[in-house]
């Protein structure tokens, strides 16, 4: 295996900025993502590895060492009477999947619609929206283990899911290189209609009992009003999808918050646990920030306030000096930080 060198990021990232690795490979097989590992270990240089980079800021210094773009492909369906095993390969498109499992009628991923990226990303940050999260379906994973250079096989307990959060993300981030997910899925399943906009919108159009295909098909009208699939004739387009992670915090700090607000009415919901999530898009707009406010070459989506978005010319630098202005407005004006929801690289 022979590394490209000095290979521009941002042309593999959906926020569209960032500077060079210094080295770069494309592995479309397992072998190749061990030997990838056995060239950087040998070399004393650190290794990260890129999906679809729709999660990911690249510093404008770009990447002191290897980075290895996982596209490992591959789908494998197990029976299993009233439910369906459905492994698949980490850089299979994530979008295309929950395609494929709706049209097979299976229950279980059809909310998670319309989301950009690769599967082998989605356990990383335990993907969720809408009402669900992939740690409701993932039953195991392979990956090569960085330390040792064996491939192991990690449960759901092994990932210490939580929201938006793993193992991977801030356990030990950058130890497992994801092969492939395993997902367990409902045969015949009702879909997943916990979130109240996409029941809203199912109503509106006078659907009672939806089907899968018409969840999915109310996400992803609900994302594209928000600029929130991939679309290159968007304006909006440049961006990490939402930011920050909407905060979750007790009851008794989101009474706080509210009566800083002064406002009768704030989004609040109700976790299992008895604590309440807040709205991370809603304190924003409150702090003073608006939808397509501009800061130079960045600014907010015209159309949603936790997407910020990086306009021609923008930097790594001017995407991370306007969140770290929201992160320090929101927590000024209600005492709460925002949490940023993409991996960072060089910054």
């Known amino acids: 295996m022979i590394p490209d060198e000095h290979v521009l990021l941002a042309p593999y990232c959906t926020l569209g900025v960032g500077g060079s690795a210094r080295f770069f490979v494309d592995a479309e097989d397992e072998a190749t993502v061990t ?175 939806p089907s899968l295909a018409e969840v999915r098909a109310s996400v992803i009208t609900i994302r594209r009003s928000k600029s929130m699939v991939i679309d290159p004739g968007d304006e909006n387009a440049r961006s990490c999808g939402s930011f920050f992670t909407n905060p979750i915090v007790s009851v008794a700090e989101a009474d706080r918050v509210q009566a800083v607000t002064g406002e009768p009415v704030m989004p609040r919901y109700p976790q299992a646990d008895g604590r309440v999530k807040l709205a991370a898009a809603w304190l924003i707009e409150h702090a003073g920030f608006s939808k397509g406010q501009r800061d130079g070459a960045v600014g907010l989506s015209t159309r949603h306030a936790l997407a910020v ?8 630098s001017d995407v991370i000096a306007f969140a770290r202005r929201i992160q320090h407005d929101v927590e000024a004006r209600f005492g709460v930080r925002l949490t940023p929801e993409p991996v960072f690289w060089g910054v």
């Open 35 to 209: 030997d990838a590992w056995t060239w950087a270990r040998s070399r004393g240089v650190a290794l990260s590895v890129l999906g679809g980079g729709s999660n990911l800021v690249v510093g404008d210094a770009g990447v002191d060492g290897l980075v290895v773009r996982v596209g490992v492909r591959g789908i494998e369906t197990a029976d299993k009477g009233h439910e369906v095993v459905v492994s698949v390969g980490a850089g299979e498109p994530w979008d295309p999947l929950v395609a494929v499992t709706v049209e097979c009628g299976w229950a279980g991923l059809e909310c998670l619609s319309g989301i950009p990226g690769l599967v082998g990303a989605t356990p990383i940050q335990n993907v969720g929206a809408y009402g669900q999260e992939v740690a409701e379906t993932l039953v195991t994973l392979r990956a090569l283990d960085t330390r040792s250079g064996r491939v192991v096989r990690l449960t759901h307990t092994d990932c210490r899911f939580a929201y938006r959060d793993s193992l991977f993300k801030s356990g030990e981030p950058g130890r497992f290189i994801v092969l492939d997910v395993t997902y367990r899925l409902r045969r015949g399943g009702e879909p997943t209609l916990r979130y109240a906009e996409v029941a809203q919108h199912l109503g509106a159009r006078g659907v009672g009992r």
């Open 309 to 316: 978005v990086a306009h021609a010319g923008a930097t790594a």
